[in-house]
T-cell receptor, first 112, second 112 residues
């Protein structure tokens, strides 16, 4: 079974803090994705990566950055957290050439 | 650009009743279509997918979906729901660069 893990299930941070959300997949997938999920808006793509050290902006990249130094790990960084970044963050991965995405359990982030 | 619409934000059905969740998509070519389910506090789990071939697709947990090109729809059905089916359901379309576009989600409540 594909396993995608996220470093925290719940996180509380203060406005202005730098926040790291970590995602690790154990199936040697090339592609990894970060989404945020908000009620009534579904999932929106923040960033994705096709390979190590590669990244592409999604639909809502403002206020976020990412890092992919190793194939299995994809980090989402909030350089200076703001209250409007309070959300559920979901990581996903997929092998090259396939469309089916496999999701982690999510990190619920609260920014105070 | 691709888009997905789930017209029903919230649906309530009685246990044992049949279920249909609606999904309409917009995409220029033949789409890849997906239904995912999210139980409370969890990540997304793939229910079923359509890539090509038979337009009636069987998935896990007794769900099925039918691709209707003429209606740009991919509705999810289940003949008899169980209390454990209470969750949020997301329809998604993919069709390029292995990205997915998600609908807003439909929350399903089951009455005993």
């Amino acid at each position: 079974d594909v396993k995608v893990t996220q470093s925290s299930r719940y996180l509380v941070k203060r406005t202005g803090e730098k926040v790291f959300l970590e995602c690790v997949q154990d199936m040697d997938h090339e592609n990894m994705f970060w989404y945020r999920q908000d009620p009534g808006l579904g999932l929106r793509l923040i960033y994705f990566s096709y390979d190590v050290k590669m990244k592409e902006k999604g639909d809502i990249p403002e206020g976020y950055s990412v890092s992919r130094e190793k194939k299995e790990r994809f980090s989402l960084i909030l350089e200076s957290a703001s209250t409007n970044q309070t959300s559920m963050y979901l990581c996903a991965s997929t092998p090259l050439g396939l469309e089916t995405q496999y999701f982690g359990p999510g990190t619920r982030l609260l920014v105070l | 650009a691709q888009s997905v619409t789930q017209p029903d934000i919230h649906i309530t059905v009685s246990e044992g009743a049949s279920l249909e969740l609606r999904c309409n998509y917009s995409y220029g070519a033949t789409p890849y279509l997906f239904w995912y389910v999210q139980s409370p506090g969890q990540g997304l789990q793939l229910l079923l997918k359509y890539f090509s071939g038979d337009t009636l697709v069987q998935g896990i947990k007794g769900f099925e979906a039918e691709f209707k090109r003429s209606q740009s729809s991919f509705n999810l059905r289940k003949p008899s729901v169980h209390w454990s089916d209470a969750a949020e359901y997301f329809c998604a379309v993919g069709g390029g660069a292995q990205k997915l576009v998600f609908g807003q989600g439909t929350r399903l409540t089951i009455n005993p």
